[in-house]
């Protein structure tokens, strides 16, 4: 069907130039719909093929909505996808595209060991290099100890990690720009009252938190907040809700606050100290919080104005020279993608290159460690790792550390036979609903310049009449073009057509959002257990998630909705629009997924001890998320690194 005649040629490029019109700025089709579709023939059109006919027979346009989106894809993505020639849209809503940093090689020279050339026996083995992996490596290199790092994705520098706008982490519309690859790698939804559901990676229900050297780090929007004192005894402070499994921490801020020390330091966090809420800090934060822009001091008088305190939004990312790394170049292609300028800290370029100088550190990637091998009852003595060709070694360890993320850790412990003594193991999945609201303001003060949320509320993140903790609320990162079309296409006066093309020149720059994670309530229902039936491209079970959000998250998070609608109303935005927290109805399960190997003293509640170590089993550690107990009412990955610091510590304290 994609060999064409020039007739029917004609006929698209006539409906797409009906979707997007010439005016000063090309058509449709004047910048390159013909090329863009036939480059994204299986994606765009794939199935749809019996729509197309009846299209190309003379269907209006009004019947095929895949349509206009296929041609705003064209228009509004990145050109090399085939469309937008020259970046027209973006001249036309002032996007800078692709900011060129002459960077040299962000990461340190690798050479990527084959399975069969890794050592028999290593002291501690890693599983993942994200932020927990990435932390425990560096923690026991630089301790002594030799540290074997296994790691499924890739090693990316920065030009490996494509800048494609419809394929990226932050808007997966028909993939991503960091593993896993999207065929042999599924997932099993079973939402309640709903079949089970069998979902690729680029699916917003399977919960991918990216996959290569570094995690989730080498694309995360840097949001480096510490959690409240008040975050690790919801228990003891509001009650347990019925139906949830809401616990305190097995320990308080204090034990915590050295680590979060170290972690800042580590991975170099510019911040702002007074947030509302927070705990009392040892030390300053490391680097001074970043400039506001326009937007970031309308809102933050209006917060003012309000009586709320408004602080600056801690952030991974360098405000100035730190580390051997520079500062931020306030790009618009920041979060979902490698930074630019490898301004932003991320397991990568902070963790691991301290762990290779050492000398005592292997790090293995594109290899799955499928099982953790037993070793009498109350010990383990190694991993089994596999090789995408079929190959397998047992590696030998004296200490596994599981830092695969909370859906993976949990799979892997059950793959293993590990961690289930008490039903507990894979309970309490929870990631964080998010809320907010979006509005529009006569001048351009959104999206940039980067990195994008430079202030923050912590007001509600606790104290609330009839609230069980909270979150926090902030502006948001720059959105891309494509992006916001699809968030914000509602609010136009046309579904296409040069009223919609004539909107989005307007609207690009002056629609602005502010959100933020709730502080979710623990659903013991919620949970990864393995699929009986699904396998994953090595023949192993796939990871079936399954529960629903409990109803106390939603009833904060129509609050915290309802506060940043005020807080966009006292800033002079109009056509305010509260979103999110509507239904409870799916899996909580996305980039900050967290609970899955609940820590705590009991074995009979939970799956590690306080130090992450599994119950009854003496050398087998978690230090992830997983272990979270509640995930806070902020971004967590600052609190996975200063809690695999500790169980860093700890292990290097049993040694």
Not at 298 to 308: F, P, Q, S, V, Y
Request: with cysteine.
């Amino acid at each position: 069907m994609s060999d064409l005649d020039a007739a029917a040629w004609q006929r698209l490029d006539a409906l797409a130039d009906e979707a997007i019109p010439t005016d000063e700025f090309y058509s449709a089709s004047e910048a390159g719909f013909r090329e863009f579709l036939e480059r994204n023939w299986a994606d765009v059109v794939g199935d749809r093929e019996d729509r197309l006919r009846a299209l190309l027979a003379g269907e209006p346009l009004a019947r095929h909505d895949w349509f206009v989106r296929a041609v705003a894809e064209s228009y509004y993505g990145n050109p090399e996808n085939g469309g937008n020639y020259g970046g027209a849209s973006f001249r036309m809503i002032d996007f800078d595209y692709r900011p060129e940093i002459d960077i040299p090689h962000e990461l340190p020279p690798y050479e990527r060991p084959d399975i069969d050339a890794l050592a028999p026996h290593y002291r501690v083995v890693v599983v993942g290099s994200g932020a927990g992996g990435g932390v425990v490596s560096r923690k026991l290199t630089e301790a002594g100890l030799d540290v074997l790092c296994i790691e499924r994705g890739r090693y990316l520098e920065r030009a490996d990690v494509p800048m494609d706008h419809l394929r990226n982490h932050r808007f997966a519309r028909y993939g991503h720009n960091v593993g896993p690859e999207l065929a042999g790698n599924p997932r099993v939804i079973a939402t309640s009252g709903r079949a089970p559901r069998t979902y690729d990676p680029h699916h917003a229900a399977w919960g991918n938190n990216a996959m290569a050297v570094g995690g989730g780090t080498r694309v995360w929007g840097a949001q480096a907040w510490r959690f409240a004192p008040q975050d690790f005894r919801l228990a003891s402070l509001y009650g347990v809700p019925d139906g949830s499994s809401l616990a305190d921490w097995p320990f308080d801020y204090a034990a915590l606050a050295p680590h979060y020390d170290w972690a800042e330091r580590a991975v170099g966090v510019a911040g702002e100290p007074g947030h509302r809420h927070a705990g009392p800090r040892l030390r300053d934060y490391p680097m001074p919080p970043h400039q506001r822009d326009a937007q970031g001091r309308l809102l933050a008088a209006a917060g003012e104005r309000l009586g709320w305190t408004m602080k600056a939004v801690p952030l991974a990312i360098n405000s100035r020279d730190y580390d051997g790394r520079g500062p931020c170049s306030r790009n618009r292609l920041c979060v979902g993608f490698a930074c630019p300028a490898n301004a932003r800290g991320g397991s990568q370029n902070t963790m691991l290159p301290k762990a290779m100088a050492t000398g005592r550190f292997t790090l293995a990637t594109e290899l799955r460690v499928v099982r953790v091998i037993e070793d009498g009852r109350t010990r383990v003595r190694g991993v089994v790792v596999a090789a995408a060709d079929g190959r397998t070694r047992e590696i030998g360890a004296d200490v596994v550390v599981i830092s695969a993320g909370a859906i993976e850790s949990a799979r892997l412990l059950w793959l293993s036979g590990f961690g289930n003594h008490s039903d507990q193991l894979g309970r309490h999945l929870q990631a964080h609903v998010y809320v907010g609201a979006r509005g529009e303001f006569d001048e351009p003060i959104a999206n940039g310049p980067g990195p994008g949320p430079t202030v923050a509320t912590c007001e509600f993140s606790h104290g609330s009449f009839g609230i069980i903790g909270g979150g926090m609320l902030a502006n948001d990162y720059p959105v891309l073009p494509i992006q916001f079309w699809y968030a914000n296409r509602h609010r136009a006066p046309a579904p296409w057509g040069i009223a919609n093309k004539r909107w989005m020149a307007h609207a690009y720059r002056r629609i602005a959002m502010v959100m933020g994670p709730v502080q979710e309530i623990p659903n013991p229902e919620a949970r990864v257990t393995l699929d009986p039936t699904v396998v994953d491209s090595f023949g192993v079970p796939v990871a079936r998630l399954s529960g629903n959000v409990h109803p106390q998250t939603l009833r904060t998070g129509a609050f915290l909705r309802e506060r940043a609608r005020e807080w966009l109303a006292a800033a002079g935005a109009n056509g305010v629009e509260p979103f999110g927290a509507e239904t409870g109805a799916y899996v909580s399960a996305g980039q900050h997924q967290a609970g899955t190997c609940r820590m705590g003293s009991d074995p009979a509640t939970s799956v590690t001890d306080p130090f992450g170590r599994v119950h009854g089993v003496d050398n087998l550690y978690v230090a992830d998320a997983s272990l979270h107990v509640s995930n806070g009412g902020f971004n967590p990955c600052l609190t996975v690194m200063a809690l695999a610091a500790r169980v860093a510590d700890a292990i290097v304290a049993r040694t």
